[in-house]
């Protein structure tokens, strides 16, 4: 159990570090600040239609998987448990070996709507929906907690949803502060994404499918 969780928190972390929902965040904040208004009600909106979908999605894999498998008797055998380990970790290093630069100029489209608390809802709600079913660390947790079903599962599933959502959470928080300090973080947190993110992502998808991929050749007897 613990091994399953510390797995879930490394991919918890590497879904956190999505430039793009710190870009938009990010420009929602600056926008809010040129018309002098709280940025919390768009922020707040955008994040909690990406946290809304992303969750549904996540409970709603993991309950298709598990009636599916009950309803053809199904069973996860250890074959398939390391060939699929072996699929995601070849994956994770394909993604790890292409380059993403990080755009610090927000989308055309997020110009036009950051000012409408609800059409930001309905942005998260639709990147969630493009990012939910694409995210390889998050379908490989999903498939994990598929696969062990552990003691409270819905609830991992939501607290992984909230982790993934920390840094721009955290963006929108720091800006409405006002301490030189708070601003100083802030530009911090905005500067490392912008530079670091990506290469961020890349490595540590190298180092958990470098894991998984050596996980595989521990147990090679077992894949046939």
């Given at each position: 159990?613990?091994?399953?969780?510390?797995?879930?928190?490394?991919?918890?972390?590497?879904?956190?570090?999505?430039?793009?929902?710190?870009?938009?965040?990010?420009?929602?904040?600056?926008?809010?600040?040129?018309?002098?208004?709280?940025?919390?009600?768009?922020?707040?909106?955008?994040?909690?239609?990406?946290?809304?979908?992303?969750?549904?999605?996540?409970?709603?894999?993991?309950?298709?998987?598990?009636?599916?498998?009950?309803?053809?008797?199904?069973?996860?055998?250890?074959?398939?448990?390391?060939?699929?380990?072996?699929?995601?970790?070849?994956?994770?290093?394909?993604?790890?070996?292409?380059?993403?630069?990080?755009?610090?100029?927000?989308?055309?489209?997020?110009?036009?709507?950051?000012?409408?608390?609800?059409?930001?809802?309905?942005?998260?709600?639709?990147?969630?929906?493009?990012?939910?079913?694409?995210?390889?660390?998050?379908l490989a947790a999903l498939a994990m907690i598929s696969a062990r079903h552990p003691p409270l599962w819905p609830l991992i599933i939501v607290v992984y949803c909230a982790l993934a959502l920390v840094p721009p959470l955290l963006v929108l928080l720091l800006s409405v502060r006002r301490s030189p300090r708070a601003r100083r973080v802030y530009r911090g947190v905005v500067r490392f994404f912008t530079r670091f993110g990506p290469l961020s992502v890349r490595?540590?998808?190298?180092?958990?499918?470098?894991?998984?991929?050596?996980?595989?050749?521990?147990?090679?007897?077992?894949?046939?």
């Amino acid at each position: 159990m613990l091994t399953l969780l510390l797995a879930l928190a490394g991919f918890a972390f590497l879904d956190s570090l999505d430039v793009l929902l710190v870009g938009v965040t990010t420009a929602v904040v600056a926008d809010s600040r040129l018309a002098r208004r709280s940025p919390i009600p768009g922020g707040a909106s955008f994040l909690g239609g990406v946290f809304a979908v992303t969750t549904t999605f996540g409970l709603c894999t993991v309950l298709g998987i598990t009636f599916l498998t009950d309803l053809v008797d199904f069973e996860l055998t250890p074959t398939l448990r390391y060939w699929g380990e072996l699929v995601i970790g070849l994956t994770l290093i394909g993604l790890a070996c292409v380059r993403v630069t990080a755009n610090t100029e927000p989308p055309a489209w997020a110009k036009e709507v950051r000012r409408r608390p609800w059409v930001l809802g309905l942005m998260g709600v639709a990147i969630g929906l493009a990012q939910a079913p694409t995210a390889v660390p998050y379908l490989a947790a999903l498939a994990m907690i598929s696969a062990r079903h552990p003691p409270l599962w819905p609830l991992i599933i939501v607290v992984y949803c909230a982790l993934a959502l920390v840094p721009p959470l955290l963006v929108l928080l720091l800006s409405v502060r006002r301490s030189p300090r708070a601003r100083r973080v802030y530009r911090g947190v905005v500067r490392f994404f912008t530079r670091f993110g990506p290469l961020s992502v890349r490595i540590l998808f190298a180092l958990l499918g470098l894991g998984l991929i050596i996980d595989v050749i521990r147990h090679a007897g077992r894949l046939w």
